[in-house]
Structure formats: C-alpha cells, structure tokens
T-cell receptor, first 114, second 115 residues
Framework: AQSVTQLDSQVPVFEEAPVELRCNYS??????LFWYVQYPNQGLQLLLK??????LVKGINGFEAEFNKSQTSFHLRKPSVHISDTAEYFC????????????FGQGTELSVKP | EAQVTQNPRYLITVTGKKLTVTCSQN?????MSWYRQDPGLGLRQIYY???????DKGDVPEGYKVSRKEKRNFPLILESPSPNQTSLYFC??????????????FGPGTRLTVT
C-alpha cells in the first residue's frame, strides 16, 4: 500500500540555522511530489512540487527539496530559517494514473526560536 | 481573485443533525477534494471528484457524502454526524495533468464540533 512518512513530528531550530524536514514515500507507481505549508490558523499553501525533470526543486521563501528515486525520499531544506518559517509542513504524493488519490504525511511542526 | 471558499468556517452541532459544508472554486478546476485534519494524523482524504458527476472515495469516506453537480461546487454532507467527526475540514481544487493531480489550492477550513 502507498504511504507517506514524515520522519520528524517536531523540529525545533534556532533562527538562521539550516533545517531539513524529512519525507519518505512508498509507492509501486511513479508519483508527483509536493510540500505544503500551513501557518497557524490558516489553510495550506504550496511550497514546491516535483512533477518531472530536475530532481532539485526550488520553491517559495528560500526552500528547496531533492527527489531521490532510489531512496524514495523528498526531503525539504532551507539554509537559514527565520522566525516567520514557524509552521506545519506537509509532504504529499499524487499517484500516476491512479485517479485522484492523494496521500499526505502526518506533518512536521517547525518551530524557529530566536 | 483565484480562490476556494468554504462555508461555514465554524460549526457546532449535535449528534444526528444533518449538515452540509459548501465548497466553491472559481478557477475552473476539474479536480476537487475534501480532507479532514486531525492532530498527529495529518490530512486524510475523504472524497474526491475528477469532474462533474464523477466522485470517488478517499481513505476515510465513512459517514460522509458528496455530490458534484456543477464544476465549481463540491459540498460535503454529513447525514448523521457523530462526535468522532469533530475535526478541521479542508476543501481543495486542482487542475489535472495527464497522469495525476497538479498542485492543489486549499480553502480556509471549516472547524466542526459535534457534541
């Protein structure tokens, strides 16, 4: 069965430090990959996506992610975080030719401290 | 402005009283979907629709109904709500690529409490 695992439920980090949020997926078919961000009391918005092509994907707010097919991972990184990056981050996969089924990870709460 | 709207934003109701949460998008998207968000569980897909009159179950469809009579609207119906349906609900829409779902646009959420 397909699944998405975000390996850390909470990541505390100091301002201006680098951060990596980890995402692994399990799927027997090819996938599209997404990272979404949810700021407190808001809906979700897209950070970045991988559909095809270059495996290094750049998104908004200085975030980037790398698709690693052999390790079935799509980790999110930022070299220097700000207080305003405090939010919950969700990894998601859309399965090729499987209709409209989408699977989200459990979420990672990023907490940036001064 | 491109957006997904949901109503109501907050709803407190009692067990067994039928309710409908509306969802509307103005982007002419083929794909629409409903999710529930619960602490520690992330977002779980309830139902989705690939186009008008085409709907399918997600991972947690029990206790919910949907309909897609028009492209822009995708209401979520709880015929007989129970306390375990207390949750934060999100509607989303997306265009479709040949092989799958593109990025989704989310509504602001509906916080439902069933007592």
């Amino acid at each position: 069965a397909q699944s998405v695992t975000q390996l850390d439920s909470q990541v505390p980090v100091f301002e201006e430090a680098p951060v990596e949020l980890r995402c692994n997926y399990s799927s027997s078919v090819s996938v599209y990959l997404f990272w979404y961000v949810q700021y407190p009391n808001q809906g979700l918005q897209l950070l970045l996506k991988y559909l095809s092509g270059s495996t290094l994907v750049k998104g908004i707010n200085g975030f980037e992610a790398e698709f690693n097919k052999s390790q079935t991972s799509f980790h999110l990184r930022k070299p220097s975080v700000h207080i305003s990056d405090t939010a919950e981050y969700f990894c998601a996969v859309s399965l090729y030719n499987q209709g409209g089924k989408l699977i989200f990870g459990q979420g990672t709460e990023l907490s940036v401290k001064p | 402005e491109a957006q997904v709207t949901q109503n109501p934003r907050y709803l407190i109701t009692v067990t067994g009283k039928k309710l409908t949460v509306t969802c509307s998008q103005n982007m002419n998207h083929e794909y629409m979907s409903w999710y529930r968000q619960d602490p520690g569980l992330g977002l779980r897909q309830i139902y989705y629709s690939m186009n008008v009159e085409v709907t399918d179950k997600g991972d947690v469809p029990e206790g919910y109904k949907v309909s897609r009579k028009e492209k822009r609207n995708f209401p979520l119906i709880l015929e007989s709500p129970s306390p375990n349906q207390t949750s934060l609900y999100f509607c989303a829409s997306s265009s479709l690529r040949l092989a799958g779902v593109e990025e989704q646009y989310f509504g602001p959420g509906t916080r439902l409490t069933v007592t």
